[in-house]
C-alpha cells in the first residue's frame, strides 16, 4: 500500500509499524509546517477578530443575564440557535477557545525558528563581495592614486562611523546594516504573544462587581459588600484587594440654560479609603473616567441618584423605620423609583405583627400639581417630591428567596384603602407625613436627601502587560516597516596602469529609495580621503563619484 509521504508498507507486522510511523510523522510535519505559516497566522488572527464580532452585538451571560433571557424570550428560533452555538458566552466557548490557542500556538512556532535565525545573523559576518558590483542597484566608481589598503582602511571607517557592520573579505570590506528591522519584526510577534497570555490570564482572574453606596455608607472588599458580582474561574475570595473606603460626600452639577440644559458638568465622590485591614485613612475624589487605583483593583464611579430619608411610624408613634432609601433612575432628568420595606418591629392597630411595603417614586425638580405627570424636569434637587402607595401583609423577605430590594413583590400584600376607597398614595413635600388608615401608623418624608453613588470595581490582573505588549507591538511593527536593510560592498584593485580602481555598490535588502542617496554619501567619505587620480585626462578633481541606480533591486547577491 503506498504511502502519502514516500515508500510503501512493507508485508508484516514491521512493515505495518514502520509505515503507520512514517504517515503519522510526515502529516504531523504538515500540519505543523501549516499552523507556523504566515499565511494560516494571520487567517487566525482574522478569524478571532470576527469571532468578537458577536460578542459586542449580542448579550453575553457573564455581564448580563437579564439581557440574555429576555432574548431568549423574545426569539424562539434564534435563542436556542445561539445558545448551541455558545453565541451567549463568546470568549469562554469551546471554538472563540480553539482560535485562541491555535493563535497562540502558530505564533510560537513562528517566533522561536525566526528568533535562532536571527541569533545566527548577528553572529554572521556580511557575505564577501559580488564578482559583478557595477550589476547591483547603486553603484559608483572612481580611479584614484591612494593604495588599495589605504583605501580600505577609510571605507572601513566611514562605513562603521556610519554603524555599519563591516569587515574585510578579501579584496573588498563587506558591510551590512539594518538588523533592527528583524528585531522589530521578532518584537512585533513576541509582544503579540505577550498580549495573549495578559489577556488569557485576566480573564481567568477577573473579578467585577457594583455596589450603590449612599453618602455616609462604606465598603469592604469582600463578596458579601457586593450587590452583584462575577469572576473569571479561576478567580478565588482570597485573590481579592483588601481595602475599604467610605462615600463622605458627592457632588453633582447641571448645565442650567442653553440646549445642553441638564447635561451633567461634574459629577465626584469624595472617598476616605485605608489599605488593608488597620491602614491608613486617605482621602481621594473618584471622578468619570479617574478611577482609584489600589494595587490591581480599580474604584470606578458610574451612576449617581438620590436616596430620600424616610421615616415610619407604627400606631403608637414609635419610629419602626429610619433610614435613607435609594432610588433607581429611570430617565436622564432622574426621574427614579425604590421600595420602601419595613421588615421587623411593626404592629398594626390591633397589635399584630405585620410587614409595611411603600412602592415610591421619586422626582427631585417637581413640574408642580395640576402640571403633568410624576416625571422629574431638571436633575438637581430643586423641588423634590416622593409619591409613594401603602401595602401591608408579608413582604415575602423570610421565605428564602432572593428578592430584588428596589422591588416591592405585592403578592401577599394588602392595599391600605383610602377614604374613597381606592388605593392609598399620595405625594410628599420633604417635611410631609401620610396619615395611614384605621390608626395603623404614617411615613414621612423628611427634609434630608442624600444622594447616592453607583462603584463598579474591577479587578484584572495582567492590564499593564497587555498595555506594554500592545506599545511594544506598535514599536515592532514601526520598525520592521521603516529600517530597511542593506548591505554595501567596497572593493580597491590596482588596474592595468597602476592606479587603483574603487568599486562602490549598495543592495537593498528591502525596497528604499534611499539606497542611492546613501551610497553617495559614503562615496563621498571615502573620497575625501582618496580623491579621484589627478593624471587622468577624462577625471574631474572637482567632481565627487555618484550613486546610480540602473539594476532592480533583488533580494539577495551570492559571490561569484
Same mark, same amino acid.
Given at each position: ?427 410628599? /413635600?420633604? #417635611?410631609? %407625613?401620610?396619615?395611614?388608615?384605621? =390608626?395603623? &401608623?404614617?411615613?414621612?418624608?423628611? !427634609?434630608?436627601?442624600? *444622594? ?43 588596474? /592595468?596602469? #597602476?592606479? %587603483?580602481?574603487?568599486?562602490?555598490? =549598495?543592495? &537593498?535588502?528591502?525596497?528604499?529609495? !534611499?539606497?542611492?542617496? *546613501? ?42
Amino acid at each position: 500500500m503506498p504511502g502519502s509521504f514516500g515508500g510503501s508498507r512493507a508485508p508484516g507486522a514491521l512493515g505495518w509499524i514502520t509505515w503507520t510511523a512514517r504517515e503519522v510523522i510526515g502529516w504531523t510535519r504538515w500540519f505543523w509546517r501549516q499552523l507556523t505559516s504566515m499565511r494560516v497566522a494571520l487567517l487566525l488572527l482574522f478569524l478571532l477578530s470576527l469571532g468578537a464580532i458577536p460578542g459586542s452585538l449580542i448579550p453575553q451571560s457573564g455581564t448580563s443575564a437579564m439581557d440574555v433571557q429576555a432574548f431568549k424570550d423574545a426569539h424562539d428560533v434564534l435563542g436556542p440557535l445561539y445558545d448551541r452555538l455558545g453565541l451567549f458566552h463568546v470568549y469562554s466557548s469551546v471554538w472563540f477557545s480553539a482560535i485562541y490557542i491555535l493563535l497562540f500556538v502558530s505564533l510560537i512556532g513562528c517566533i522561536v525558528p525566526r528568533a535562532w535565525q536571527f541569533v545566527g545573523q548577528l553572529r554572521s559576518r556580511p557575505p564577501g563581495a559580488p564578482k559583478r558590483l557595477e550589476r547591483l542597484p547603486a553603484y559608483a566608481t572612481w580611479r584614484t592614486d591612494a593604495a588599495p589598503e589605504e583605501v580600505r582602511e577609510a571605507a572601513l571607517k566611514a562605513l562603521r562611523k556610519r554603524r555599519f557592520r563591516a569587515h574585510v573579505a578579501g579584496d573588498a570590506i563587506a558591510a551590512e546594516k539594518g538588523y533592527l528591522r528583524e528585531a522589530g519584526n521578532l518584537l512585533f510577534h513576541v509582544a503579540l504573544v505577550v498580549m495573549l497570555i495578559a489577556f488569557g490570564w485576566g480573564q481567568l482572574y477577573k473579578s467585577e462587581g457594583n455596589k450603590l453606596i449612599i453618602e455616609g455608607d462604606g465598603f469592604a472588599n469582600t463578596l458579601t459588600q457586593y450587590d452583584d458580582f462575577k469572576s473569571g474561574n479561576l478567580f478565588t475570595a482570597d485573590d481579592l484587594v483588601p481595602y475599604s473606603f467610605t462615600l463622605r460626600d458627592f457632588t453633582a452639577t447641571y448645565e442650567r440654560t442653553g440646549p445642553n440644559k441638564g447635561t451633567p458638568r461634574t459629577f465626584e465622590a469624595d472617598l476616605s479609603y485605608s489599605e488593608g485591614a488597620y491602614g491608613k485613612a486617605k482621602k481621594t475624589t473618584v471622578k468619570v473616567n479617574q478611577p482609584l487605583h489600589i494595587g490591581d483593583s480599580k474604584v470606578y464611579l458610574v451612576s449617581h441618584g438620590y436616596a430620600p430619608v424616610i421615616t415610619v411610624r407604627d400606631g403608637k408613634g414609635k419610629v419602626v423605620f429610619h433610614d435613607a432609601v435609594p432610588m433607581l433612575n429611570l430617565d436622564a432628568n432622574i426621574t427614579s423609583q425604590g421600595a420602601i420595606q419595613v421588615r421587623d418591629g411593626y404592629r398594626n392597630a390591633k397589635g399584630e405583627q405585620e410587614q409595611l411595603g411603600f412602592g415610591a417614586i421619586f422626582v427631585p425638580t417637581f413640574a408642580g400639581a395640576g402640571k403633568g405627570s410624576m416625571f422629574s424636569q431638571f436633575p438637581a434637587a430643586d423641588n423634590p417630591v416622593l409619591a409613594v402607595n401603602a401595602y401591608h401583609g408579608d413582604l415575602g423577605v423570610n421565605a428564602g428567596v432572593p428578592q430584588n430590594v428596589y422591588q416591592l413583590n405585592t403578592k401577599n400584600l394588602k392595599t391600605f384603602k383610602g377614604a374613597d376607597g381606592q388605593i392609598l398614595k399620595e405625594r410628599l /413635600a420633604p #417635611g410631609q %407625613t401620610m396619615k395611614l388608615p384605621g =390608626g395603623n &401608623g404614617s411615613i414621612t418624608f423628611e !427634609k434630608q436627601v442624600k *444622594e447616592w453613588a453607583g462603584f463598579q470595581i474591577v479587578q484584572q490582573p495582567g492590564s499593564g502587560w497587555a498595555l506594554g505588549g500592545a506599545l511594544a507591538a506598535i514599536l515592532g511593527l514601526a520598525g520592521s516597516l521603516f529600517i530597511p536593510r542593506r548591505r554595501v560592498w567596497v572593493r580597491a584593485m590596482t588596474g /592595468a596602469d #597602476g592606479a %587603483t580602481v574603487v568599486e562602490m555598490a =549598495g543592495l &537593498g535588502r528591502s525596497e528604499s529609495a !534611499k539606497l542611492p542617496e *546613501e551610497l553617495g554619501d559614503l562615496a563621498a567619505l571615502v573620497h575625501d580621503q582618496a580623491p579621484t587620480k589627478t593624471a587622468d585626462p577624462d577625471a574631474d578633481p572637482d567632481r565627487e563619484p555618484d550613486a546610480a541606480s540602473h539594476v532592480p533591486a533583488a533580494e539577495g547577491v551570492q559571490t561569484k
